[in-house]
C-alpha cells in the first residue's frame, strides 16, 4: 500500500470494494484513537452499506487507499456501527477543533486531516490542515492556512463555546436529505445540535424532514425561536404541521406567530384535521393549473428541481383561484398522459375521468386503499364546497403507516410486521401512533 497521505475529507463518499471488485458501501467517517506521546491511531472506517447501516471497518482490512475508491480483503461484519469510549471520529468530531501551537504562535482551527501509513496495516494522523484567525477586518477575509504536525499543536476547549461545523457542513454539501438525517442523527448529540445551529435553513428543513419526530423536536428546542420559525417555513406544511404537534401547546402558537403569514396560514389549516384522516396526512402544495393551460406549461411546471416526484406526478386542474384552497377542483391530468399530446394540447381536456376526489375527512385506511387499488401515486383532497385543498401522496401514507422508528430498523421483517400491525386489513382501520396532533383540535 503506498505511503502517501490521504486527507479524510476527501474520503468521505469514497466506494469502498471486495476483493472481487463489488460494492460495498461508501466512507463516511475515519475513527481514530488517541495516544499518549504518539499521533493519534487510525483503527477504521465507518463505511455505510446498502440500507443505510453504518458498519466498522478494520484498517487492517484496507488493502488499498487512492484514486476514489478503497479496497478491502475478505468479508466485512455487518453489526452496526457503535462508538466505544476513546474512539474519535475525524469528520463528525475532530475537523472544526480549535488547537493552539506549542511555539506560542497563537491559536488555529482544524480544517482537514491527513493520515498516513506508517507499517504495514498501521495508520496514524501525520498532518493537520488548519487555519489561523483572519486579520483583516473584511467580512470576505479569511485567515491563513498552514499544516500541522500533532506534536506541534495541543487542542484547546473553552467552556459553553461550540465547536465549528463549518468544515463538516461543506463535508456533507452532497448529502441527499435523507443521508444528511442519517448523519446527524449519528452525531453525538451535543454535536448534532452544533452542526445543526450552522445549517443553512433550508437543509437542515430538509433533514429535518426525514427524521423521526423525537429527534426533530430535540434540534428544535436547540434552536432559538426565531431560527426555529424560520426553519419551520422552509418545511412542507404537513412536515411541519406535523413537527409543531409535539411541541407544547404554548411554543407552538409562538412558532407559528413568528413563522411567514402564508406559511403559518397552511400550517394551522393542517393542525385543525385528525391525524387519521387524508386532511391529515395532505400537503396544501400541490402543482394547480387552470383549464386553459397547455401541456407545455404543465410539463415546465412539473420540472421544478425542488419539487417532489410524487407532487410532480399528476397536475390539479381547478376554476381561480390557483392556490389552495381552489376555486372548483375539475380533476388531474397525470404527466403521462401529457407526454402523449402536443405542447399545444390545453389540459382541461385531459383530465381523468375516473378519478373521484377524496374529502378531508375521508379515512386514512380508505385513501390508501384508493392509491393502491387505482396504482395512484397521489388523490386530491377537496372540501364540502368541492374546492381543492391539497393531496396526498403515496409518501405521505408510507410515512403513517410505517413504526415511528422505521429508520433505525435493521430488520425489512421487523419493518413489515409492524406496518401490518397498524394497518389492519379486517376492520380497514389504522390505529392512531402516538401523538401527533391530537393536542391542535380535529376537524
Not at 493519534?40 to 475508491?69: A, C, N
Not at 395532505?282 to 393549473?289: C, F, G, K
Not at 425489512?412 to 393536542?439: H, N, V
Request: proline share 6%; net charge negative.
Amino acid at each position: 500500500m503506498s505511503a502517501t497521505r490521504v486527507f479524510v475529507a476527501r474520503l468521505a463518499g469514497c466506494t469502498v470494494f471486495d476483493p472481487a471488485g463489488d460494492r460495498v458501501g461508501k466512507v463516511r467517517d475515519v475513527l481514530v484513537v488517541y495516544r499518549k506521546s504518539h499521533p493519534p491511531r487510525v483503527v477504521g472506517l465507518i463505511v455505510e452499506i446498502p440500507g443505510k447501516r453504518k458498519v466498522f471497518v478494520s484498517i487492517g482490512r484496507v488493502s488499498s487507499i487512492g484514486s476514489g475508491q478503497i479496497i478491502t480483503t475478505g468479508l466485512i461484519n455487518v453489526r452496526r456501527f457503535e462508538q466505544r469510549g476513546g474512539e474519535v471520529r475525524v469528520i463528525a468530531e475532530l475537523l472544526g477543533r480549535k488547537v493552539t501551537f506549542n511555539d506560542g504562535s497563537g491559536n488555529a482551527t482544524i480544517e482537514d486531516v491527513a493520515i498516513k501509513e506508517t507499517t504495514e496495516s498501521e495508520w496514524e494522523i501525520s498532518q493537520l490542515f488548519v487555519r489561523r484567525p483572519k486579520t483583516s477586518p473584511s467580512l470576505f477575509a479569511k485567515g491563513v492556512t498552514t499544516f500541522a504536525t500533532w506534536p506541534e499543536i495541543h487542542e484547546t476547549t473553552t467552556d459553553g463555546e461550540a465547536q465549528s461545523a463549518e468544515q463538516l457542513i461543506a463535508t456533507y454539501s452532497e448529502l441527499k436529505p435523507a443521508d444528511l438525517a442519517n448523519t446527524l442523527l449519528d452525531l453525538p448529540r451535543e454535536r448534532m445540535f452544533e452542526v445543526a445551529s450552522e445549517l443553512p435553513d433550508n437543509r437542515l428543513a430538509d433533514a429535518l424532514e426525514e427524521m423521526p419526530e423525537s429527534d426533530q423536536v430535540g434540534i428544535l428546542t436547540s434552536l432559538g425561536d426565531a431560527r426555529a420559525a424560520d426553519v419551520l417555513d422552509q418545511m412542507q406544511p404537513d412536515d411541519a404541521a406535523d413537527l409543531i404537534a409535539q411541541l407544547p401547546e404554548e411554543r407552538g402558537e409562538q412558532l407559528l406567530d413568528l413563522m411567514e403569514p402564508e406559511e403559518a396560514e397552511d400550517v394551522r389549516f393542517l393542525l385543525s384535521y385528525a391525524p387519521d384522516t387524508a386532511g391529515g396526512l395532505m400537503t396544501t402544495e400541490p402543482v394547480i393549473v387552470s383549464a386553459d393551460a397547455t401541456v407545455a406549461e404543465g410539463l415546465a411546471r412539473i420540472r421544478r428541481h425542488d419539487l417532489a416526484p410524487a407532487l410532480g406526478a399528476a397536475i390539479c386542474v381547478t376554476l381561480p383561484p390557483y392556490e389552495a384552497p381552489t376555486g372548483r377542483f375539475l380533476g388531474m391530468v397525470h404527466f403521462q398522459r401529457m407526454l402523449r399530446y402536443p405542447p399545444h394540447e390545453r389540459l382541461g381536456t385531459l383530465l381523468d375521468q375516473g378519478l373521484d376526489p377524496v374529502t378531508a375527512n375521508t379515512s386514512a385506511a380508505e385513501v390508501s386503499r384508493i392509491l393502491a387499488s387505482y396504482d395512484l401515486v397521489s388523490v386530491p383532497v377537496v372540501d364540502d364546497n368541492h374546492r381543492l385543498v391539497g393531496v396526498v401522496t403515496i409518501d405521505d401514507v408510507l410515512d403513517y403507516l410505517l413504526p415511528d422508528d422505521w429508520r433505525s430498523q435493521d430488520s425489512d421483517d421487523d419493518i413489515g410486521r409492524r406496518a401490518a400491525a397498524r394497518y389492519d386489513l379486517k376492520t380497514g382501520s389504522i390505529p392512531l401512533p402516538g401523538a401527533r396532533r391530537g393536542d391542535h383540535g380535529t376537524s
